[in-house]
């Protein structure tokens, strides 16, 4: 039987529109706040949730209750594998209880070079001249580098602005993240 795959979004949903375009059959997608995403879900009739982050967020991001929540609907819809595609928030590592190697990030950059948030500006500010894009494994640290799955190059134009560089990682990142998960779904 073929794996359950889930889709862990905040924004655009870029990518999880290349993994639906791509015939990937996906089970379930979960936004952390209305978002693109969510609507793309709607569109191609996949069941989807909004667990909001505010919800969580009572003075301090309580970010154990919010992963135990997502971690109960991932395992009440037996989802095997978990693709965080553009999604902001940082699970608690209480998620690898359940799904150790089973969840998927892809990050702007070719790790380990700038980790976080601001990986495209930070490459252009730092002057490199190739950058891209790494598909890996999640674990409790944050952007790990020790189990890459798959990276993809992308040159860096001297006329580049961090919404030009990121639209060019984003156009390989969905070349690299659906032909990954075809493999690892079988
Ligand atoms: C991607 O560049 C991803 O690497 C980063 O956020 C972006 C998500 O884009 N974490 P989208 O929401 O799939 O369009």
Redesign the pocket.
């Known amino acids: 039987m073929e794996k359950k795959l889930a889709v862990l979004?905040?924004?655009?949903?870029?990518?999880?529109e290349a993994i639906i375009k791509s015939d990937i059959s996906v089970s379930l997608v979960i936004a952390d706040q209305m978002c693109?995403?969510i609507e793309l879900a709607h569109e191609h009739d996949i069941p989807s949730q909004i667990v909001r982050r505010l919800d969580y967020s009572n003075g301090a991001f309580n970010r154990f209750e919010y992963t135990k929540v997502i971690r109960k609907i991932l395992l009440g819809r037996e989802i095997d594998l978990v693709m965080m595609?553009?999604?902001?928030t940082i699970l608690d590592r209480c998620i690898f209880d359940s799904y150790e190697m089973k969840v998927l990030?892809?990050?702007?950059s070719l790790l380990p070079a700038f980790q976080g948030k601001r990986a495209v500006r930070d490459a252009l500010a730092a002057g490199v001249k190739i950058t891209g894009?790494t598909l890996h494994y999640a674990t409790e640290r944050l952007d790990d580098d020790r189990f890459i799955v798959d990276q993809r190059s992308v040159p860096v134009y001297d006329t580049d602005t961090e919404t030009t560089l990121?639209r060019r990682?984003?156009a390989k990142?969905r070349i690299m993240v659906p032909e990954n998960l075809r493999l690892l779904l079988r």
């Open positions: 979004v905040s924004g655009n949903g870029t990518n999880l693109w995403g595609a553009g999604f902001m990030n892809t990050h702007p894009c990121h990682i984003k990142e």
